[in-house]
T-cell receptor, first 108, second 114 residues
């Protein structure tokens, strides 16, 4: 059983829409990553957080430690945001545990 | 953040052959990781490669199948040996740098075995 659950698995949006991707994990963690994977396969680290909220451009990541839940928000979505978004966590080790990803398609 | 390059970016190989994937980092890093992503699956850690020591393999991965070299603090290779179609995957190199838990990923190598 994957210890990191993401929802939804697939997401389709129109350009300009506000998007939310959710990540839940089962026990206490040390840190959480949000990653973006484009069709070519390369991965970009968007955020690393252990508490609170981070913002970078149109992207916002939040984490609620008590509820063991994190969200990634994209404001004013654009077709170039189309990618797979992956949540990954550290369970007190130096190894990342990955979610299965959310495939986002944004149409013009 | 670290800038990571991988070679080759993609390859198509025949069953029974071997492929060596290179990972180059633009700065010295202690920890390097190799991951596999099979089609439609999430990433799985193959091994951790620290300079000056043997690579540490995860359950289900063995050195004979995935030998790793780490000759210095900026470079590592992963070899996929005696390939079968089940080895068709994206192989990603990543590094740990800076604050603990920071990890950066390479562009990946897309391998297809026929």
């Amino acid at each position: 059983k994957n210890e990191v659950e993401q929802s939804p698995q697939n997401l389709t949006a129109q350009e300009g829409e506000f998007i939310t991707i959710n990540c839940s994990y089962s026990v206490g963690i040390s840190a959480l990553h949000w990653l973006q994977q484009h069709p070519g396969g390369g991965i970009v680290s968007l955020f690393m957080l252990s508490s609170g909220k981070k913002k970078h451009g149109r992207l916002i990541a939040t984490i609620n430690i008590q509820e063991k839940h994190s969200s990634l928000h994209i404001t004013a979505s654009h077709p170039r945001d189309s990618a797979v978004y992956i949540c990954a966590v550290y369970y007190n080790t130096d190894k990342l545990i990955f979610g299965t990803g959310t495939r986002l398609q944004v149409f013009p | 953040s670290a800038v990571i390059s991988q070679k080759p970016s993609r390859d198509i190989c025949q069953r029974g052959t071997s492929l060596t994937i290179q990972c180059q980092v633009d700065s010295q890093v202690t920890m390097m990781f190799w991951y596999r992503q099979q089609p439609g699956q999430s990433l799985t850690l193959i091994a951790t490669a620290n300079q000056g020591s043997e690579a540490t393999y995860e359950s289900g991965f063995v050195i004979d199948k995935f030998p790793i070299s780490r000759p210095n603090l900026t470079f590592s290779t992963l070899t996929v040996s005696n390939m079968s179609p089940e080895d068709s995957s994206i192989y990603l190199c990543s590094v740990g740098q800076g604050a603990i838990y920071e990890q950066y990923f390479g562009p990946g190598t897309r391998l297809t075995v026929t």
